[in-house]
């Protein structure tokens, strides 16, 4: 039964919120919407933050033509909405997310056939995989349009390099399925590398081992480098190093002002005389780690990572005898992108806002993961390259700037 408009407009905003509360998106990744009649549904509004959403922000949608009320664009993904709304009579609520391990799973294109008995009851007999489609385009529409037309009975989707979509009859429902289909697939993560390692128990510990074992990348550093995050204003930055140590960074000189500033201090310093940034932070999660260990260019096999990062990230030495030049390799190394892998150290993403700064270290860390778990699949898909050049495009000309209001 649809919602009346205010207690869809409400749920909206609480759901928006719950879903960065609860890790299954960030920052404005995704949408959220709620039928209200046989003809008309609200949504979350493009490009703005859920944190802050208003209901009188949500915007109401026709769903036989996507047309909508009021000055407020709908979210760019209105139209999956619809034809969930269209093809399902029975369903109210819609969400889509990016979440990580049901994004890793689509990276594949294999649907999960046979769900796990205690995942049934929530999400039927298998989850099917949408063919690839870049986000917001009318191709995507109409390839999770026809996933949904030949998986009647199902209601979790995952959509390949991208995300998921859930459906539900109501707000609990379309959440209950959103977070079973995320237990299922790190379920079905975690077996892939049972079955492929022969291992009896499963440890991420265990998988990036042998996932660098399996590319002849030895294992997992003992320690790493700790290579500080800094923040720049005008001519000097404030570096944070060594347990939360901090010194103030002449630009022009490299000299600390109130302190002696690290040799990480070079590598930041060459990163701002040549890339307009305000910050940099170093990523030194474990997953992150071990992809740094192949000394490798990493493409991007999500949506979000070519939007966010980059069209690829190149890696780069960090040797202690040689701190000059390999602080300019660094800084050219991530010329035109948002991030560089330092080998065996993990990486280093800049930005110019916190909420930069938290996308990026979010899709860095699910990025890397990606690598790992697909490569265990043998199945590392990659977004085309057009793609790819489009979504960075519109990326910096749009969506970066607007989300920075």
């Known amino acids: 039964m649809a919602y009346e408009i205010e207690e869809a407009k409400r749920l909206v905003v609480e759901a928006g919120k719950k879903l960065v509360e609860t890790g299954l998106i960030a920052r404005t ?12 549904f609200v949504i979350t509004p493009s490009g703005r933050a859920y944190e802050t959403l208003t209901p009188e922000e949500v915007v109401v949608v026709n769903i036989e033509d996507c047309s909508h009320e009021g000055d407020i664009k ?21 969400i889509h997310t990016h979440q990580k391990a049901a994004t890793i799973v689509s990276i594949t294109g294999m649907e999960i056939r046979n769900v796990y008995d205690e995942f049934k009851s929530v999400l039927g007999d298998k989850v099917p995989v949408a063919e690839y489609a870049m986000s917001t385009t009318n191709p995507l529409r ?75 990348a030895g294992s997992m550093p003992e320690s790493i480098c700790d290579l500080g995050s800094s923040i720049r204003t005008g001519s000097v930055f404030t570096l944070t190093y060594d347990n939360g140590k901090k010194v103030d960074v002449d630009m022009t000189t490299g000299l600390g002002i109130n302190g002696i500033a690290p040799k990480c201090a070079k590598i930041h310093r060459e990163i701002y005389l040549n890339e307009d940034f305000t ?50 390799e660094i800084a050219k190394a991530i010329d035109g992108r948002n991030a560089v892998l330092i080998q065996g150290n993990g990486a280093l993403v800049a930005g110019n806002s916190e909420g930069d700064m938290q996308a990026l270290d979010i899709i860095m860390n699910k990025g890397c993961q990606a690598v790992i778990d697909c490569d265990i699949f043998n199945r590392p898909h990659y977004v085309p390259k057009a793609e790819c050049f489009l979504m960075r495009t519109v990326y910096l000309a749009k969506y970066s700037k607007q989300i920075s209001k």
């Open 279 to 328: 910050m940099i932070d170093h990523v030194k999660d474990a997953d992150t780690v071990a992809v740094s260990c192949l000394d490798e260019t990493m493409y991007p096999m999500i949506d979000d990572f070519a939007q966010i990062v980059g069209l690829d990230v190149k890696t780069a030495v960090w040797v202690d005898g040689e701190t000059d030049d390999c602080a300019k």
């Open 29 to 40: 990744w995704g949408n959220v919407s709620a039928r209200i009649s046989d003809t008309q």
């Open 142 to 216: 109409k390839k999770v349009e026809k996933c949904m037309l030949q998986n009647p009975e199902c209601r979790a989707f995952m959509l390949m390099h991208h995300g998921t979509l859930c459906l539900g009859a109501t707000y609990e429902k379309a959440f209950e399925v959103a977070e079973t289909l995320e237990k299922c697939c790190e379920k079905v993560i975690k077996d892939n590398y049972l079955r492929h390692s022969w291992d009896k128990d499963y440890s991420d510990d265990n998988k990036r081992n042998y996932f660098l074992n399996k590319n002849d």
């Open 74 to 94: 709908p979210s760019s993904e209105k139209g999956i909405h619809a034809d969930s709304y269209k093809h399902h009579p029975d369903v109210d609520f819609v």
